[in-house]
């Protein structure tokens, strides 16, 4: 049952700084609810009140200016899956689309998504492949770490009492890129990630001159693995390559996960889910069916 | 590595059951104004009953389905139907509306017999009239029951339907132990990821025997519903027990197909007239499901060579059982 004994709906976002600040962790920030209240309902985390975000005009749209794009932490999934102005990520419009179900996606936020720490968070792996920052606010100022810094552990951030995150940043990336997100779930919808992978890769000249590769559900929190980079750097696209990659990726999660009974299973399926989305990213279509 | 592979699993499964009473009763009250009111215990879930009741009573009074309500499954005011269960309802209660709508008929024939001065053997109702040989006799049903009701006859009729009880042998089991069996064949076409293990189904193509197909959008929506948990079975459904303590015991950790996970499926309703059933009718609610996940694992064991024995056909089982297999062959 809910229990709590404070609901604030301020308008503005020094309204609501004031409201956090002062109350140290008693009052808990409230965005789109879709992991908060089934927490809450549980008993799982027991806060005095909350604070809804939600009427606050600040942390809400999407814009870009040249070739940074600014995406309030309020977005939904669905406002981020089905932006026009997201057509240079498609890896964040592919992670956003794989969360849930519409409903969700109608509720659910990219800020949420940051601050509920889990480490199956689908936005946060494109968002990583990204370098997104995120930009924090909080009544004694604001600040700005990347995403994949202020994660910490299974639904540990490193936001301050009193800090909210307001918006996320990041660079398109360069000309010639392509980018994607696969997500390996037990179902199509409705399913949580027991794999994702985002790739972005930039081509000059037919070879593959820049490389950003995030791996999520694969402990704690979904980050960006170098030497998967390193595999794809300086290649031209070929069937050999895509092989190559998909063995460095299950050697990778192998390492990632050490002894956890899941290794045996993750290392073999990373294989399948790399094979996916490079098969795309390079020849446009799905792996072949033998 | 993803493979392809076609599965076929057939079934047949009792409707009926005879190994104890099985009873279902309806009452039919033909009106005045030409319509009618049925009364059946039987409890509409989802599958469509009342509609199928209600096209069992129109076509026996002669009248549209816009003119027959329904009311059903209050204990109130309902007769025993017996539960929605076993494949039964449209076979058993199917056959207590169609013998109910009959007495209620025998009425209106005998009093339109009178009137018109005829055999009411030879006498039928469609379409609101009363038919003698191949045409209208001249007299509207209204006008008949009118008749009826102004001699104080009421145009009632109840119905009861129990297949012959045949009891089983007590010792041995044996006997017969339905009034009549539906029959199916659905085959499958699958594709593995031999890495990942996911097995997406493709295509199913579902063929049942129903008797005769009452209403066959109806009999569609059974199978593909049918077959929608047969998907269910055969990769997803699984309760986890821990120490007495059922692990997955909500919709969140115990998953069902959603609908992006079913393939588009192809039933084909056969109508192999069954004589005990309401024209012809047998029943399709379980029957749609018994064969899919035995396609389903046929398809699979046919993409990938191996044959698994346990359901659900998981990532990991799937995974697991290509490393087996590839290190059986090594040694």
């Known amino acids: 049952m809910l229990n709590l004994s404070a609901y604030h709906q301020p308008k503005s976002l020094p309204e609501a700084l004031a409201l956090l600040g002062s109350s140290g962790r008693a009052l808990r920030p409230l965005?789109?609810?879709?992991?908060?209240v089934p927490a809450l309902t549980k008993g799982e985390t027991e806060p005095l009140g909350l604070v809804d975000l939600s009427r606050i005009p600040e942390l809400r749209g999407i814009s870009r200016v040249d070739n940074q794009i600014r995406i309030g932490s309020l977005s939904t999934f669905g406002e981020i899956e089905n932006s026009p102005l997201l057509l240079a990520v498609p890896l964040l419009r592919e992670a956003a689309a794989a969360v849930g179900s519409p409903q969700i996606r109608s509720q659910g936020t990219i800020g949420g998504n940051i601050a509920n720490a889990s480490p199956a968070a689908d936005t946060v792996t494109a968002l990583a492949a990204l370098d997104a920052v995120a930009r924090l606010e909080s009544a004694a100022g604001s600040r700005s770490v990347q995403v994949s810094e202020l994660l910490c552990g299974v639904g540990q951030t490193k936001l301050l009492p009193g800090e909210v995150i307001k918006e996320i940043l990041f660079q398109v990336p360069p000309q010639g890129s392509r980018s994607g997100f696969v997500k390996l779930g037990r179902r199509k919808a409705l399913a949580i990630a027991r794999m994702n992978l985002a790739?972005?890769?930039?081509?000059?000249?037919?070879?593959?001159s820049r490389a950003r590769v995030a791996l999520g559900a694969v402990g704690p929190n979904p980050s960006r693995r170098p030497a998967l980079e390193l595999v794809l750097l300086g290649q031209e696209p070929s069937r050999t390559l895509i092989d190559e990659f998909a063995m460095a990726a299950s050697k990778e999660v192998g390492q990632m996960l050490g002894t956890r009974p899941s290794v045996s299973y993750k290392r073999e399926a990373v294989k399948g889910i790399a094979r996916d989305l490079l098969q795309r990213l390079f020849f446009g279509a799905g792996q072949v069916v033998g | 590595m993803k493979k392809r592979g076609y599965g076929i699993g057939s079934m047949w499964y009792g409707i009926g059951s005879t190994a104890a009473t099985n009873p279902s009763g309806a009452f039919v009250d033909f009106l005045d104004d030409?319509?009618?009111?049925?009364?059946?215990?039987?409890a509409d879930i989802g599958q469509g009953s009342t509609t199928v009741l209600a096209q069992i009573a129109a076509e026996t009074l002669g009248v549209g389905l816009e003119d027959v309500v329904v009311i059903t499954a209050d204990t109130g005011m309902t007769?025993?139907?017996?539960?929605?269960?076993?494949s039964r309802q449209t076979y058993i209660s199917g056959n207590a509306v169609r013998l109910a709508a009959e007495k209620a008929r025998e009425q209106v024939i005998a009093k339109a017999a009178e009137m018109l001065d005829l055999d009411p053997g030879e006498i039928r109702l469609r379409d609101g009239q009363v038919w003698y040989e191949e045409e209208p006799a001249g007299k509207t049903m209204i006008e008949v029951i009118a008749q009826c009701r102004g001699e104080g006859i009421l145009t009632l009729g109840h119905g009861t339907f129990n297949p012959a009880t045949t009891k089983l042998d007590p010792a041995t089991g044996q006997g017969v132990p339905y009034a009549t069996y539906a029959f199916a064949t659905q085959i499958a076409e699958v594709e593995v990821d031999t890495e990942t293990g996911i097995v997406e189904v493709k295509k199913?193509?579902?063929?049942?025997?129903?008797?005769?197909?009452?209403?066959?959008?109806?009999?569609?929506?059974?199978?593909?519903?049918?077959?929608?948990?047969?998907?269910?079975y055969a990769l997803l459904e699984e309760v986890v027990v821990d120490g007495g303590e059922i692990k997955n015991p909500g919709l969140s950790s115990y998953l069902i197909p959603t609908a992006l996970d079913m393939p588009e499926v192809f039933p084909m309703i056969v109508e192999a007239q069954e004589p005990s059933g309401p024209y012809g009718a047998k029943g399709v609610g379980e029957p749609a499901l018994v064969p899919t996940a035995a396609a389903i694992a046929n398809a699979v064991a046919d993409a990938l060579g191996i044959r698994l024995y346990d359901l659900p056909?998981?990532?990991?089982?799937?995974?697991?059982?290509?490393?087996?297999?590839a290190s059986s062959q090594h040694e």
């Open chain 2, 204 to 232: 199913i193509v579902a063929a049942h025997d129903v008797g005769a197909a009452v209403n066959p959008q109806n009999v569609e929506g059974q199978i593909e519903g049918g077959c929608s948990m047969g998907v269910g």
């Open chain 1, 31 to 36: 965005a789109g609810g879709t992991d908060l």
């Open chain 1, 199 to 208: 790739l972005v890769i930039t081509f000059e000249a037919g070879r593959i």
């Open chain 2, 34 to 42: 030409g319509t009618a009111i049925v009364m059946s215990g039987c």
């Open chain 2, 313 to 325: 056909l998981t990532p990991e089982r799937i995974v697991a059982a290509i490393k087996a297999a």
């Open chain 2, 79 to 86: 007769p025993d139907s017996g539960p929605s269960s076993a």
